[in-house]
């Protein structure tokens, strides 16, 4: 790999393959507590100091703040992914997963919304890829005989409910309104975690 | 009525009671409309030639550009709180009303979140009064066994869960999620339209 330089002048320290993927996952999961906390505007070094890395580590892995946002909805999707993936997997499950992941940030929200804006002006296309591959997790689990697949569009329409529930100044008034909203909806869902393989 | 001056140094042309209630319901209309046409940074100049007034007389009633949101917002929900006074008013007509307005307005959709924002640092006073009073008028015509009334928080996180589904370039394709998702919650929705007395 070629050395660049940082914005700073220096020159990042050298990672094998191996620290650096320990690096980046790293990065990831202290940008996500480091969103939840201070939302998108907080400062990259906040996020390299959460992860136990030098800036220059950081800017290594992601060339600028938008970079860092985007890993962190593309990894809420993968664990989406994984949950489907597994081998005991049920929708009941992978929606409590969603769930997780809805509550906690209101981004992959967005995300999430990119469904409905149907090609609308102003969707970005990575928005729309990220909510296609949710949909695609959670229609792999799908009974014929589910509550929401009746209509082409209900599975969505009922993931963009939840969020619409999704308030509140906590976690846990957001999970536990996230939940009224999936009774509601009579749909059930499992554990409301993060999928940890 | 003290004359004062304008931004532009002129004095408003002078308005008898009625035609100030008169022009002050246009300007909203207007108001209403180019929002949804144009976003809420449209020029207060395109309102007041929508109103049919001068910029002199819509800078008598509202002073500035936040007091011609406000008034809208306001008079969203005093078209559903008229919906529910209504002699044969009932709860699926009210919805009926309170769904028209947010297929209509994205800044009615945030008033409406208000709700479960739960004192949330950063809601504002005022929606948090718009939103409980738009809770007052349908909660006057909720039957005890409406599907909503099981839970105290249940029937605005159902206002909260539509809010989520409605989106979407055009209002044709709002009000179609709209009602999808007043479908999926199994709950009876009236004509989708503005109250008009």
């Known amino acids: 790999m070629t050395q660049q330089s940082l914005p700073d002048g220096r020159r990042p320290a050298n990672e094998g393959p191996r620290a650096a993927a320990r690096n980046r996952a790293a990065l990831i999961a202290a940008a996500r507590e480091i969103y939840a906390e201070s ?14 890395v030098g800036q220059g580590v950081l800017y290594r892995h992601f060339p600028d703040r938008a970079a860092v946002a985007l890993a962190v909805l593309e990894e809420n999707v993968r664990q989406i992914e994984q949950a489907a993936a597994a081998p005991d997997a049920d929708i009941a499950q992978v929606l409590g997963v969603l769930t997780w992941h809805q ?22 296309a ?6 296609q591959r949710v949909e695609r997790a959670l229609r792999r689990h799908l009974p014929d005989d589910h509550r929401l697949a009746a209509e082409p569009d209900d599975l969505m329409i009922a993931v963009g409910m939840v969020s619409g529930a999704v308030t509140g ?29």
């Open 169 to 197: 100044p906590t976690r846990e008034q957001r999970e536990r309104r996230a939940l009224a909203a999936w009774r509601l909806l009579g749909v059930e869902v499992g554990p409301v975690r993060p999928f940890e393989g």
């Open 126 to 131: 990575f928005a729309l890829a990220l909510s």
């Open 39 to 52: 939302g998108l505007e907080a400062p990259l070094s906040a996020i390299a100091r959460r992860a136990g």
């Open 103 to 124: 509550t906690e940030s209101a981004a992959f929200i967005s995300v999430l919304h990119a469904d409905g804006a149907g090609g609308h002006h102003g969707t970005p």
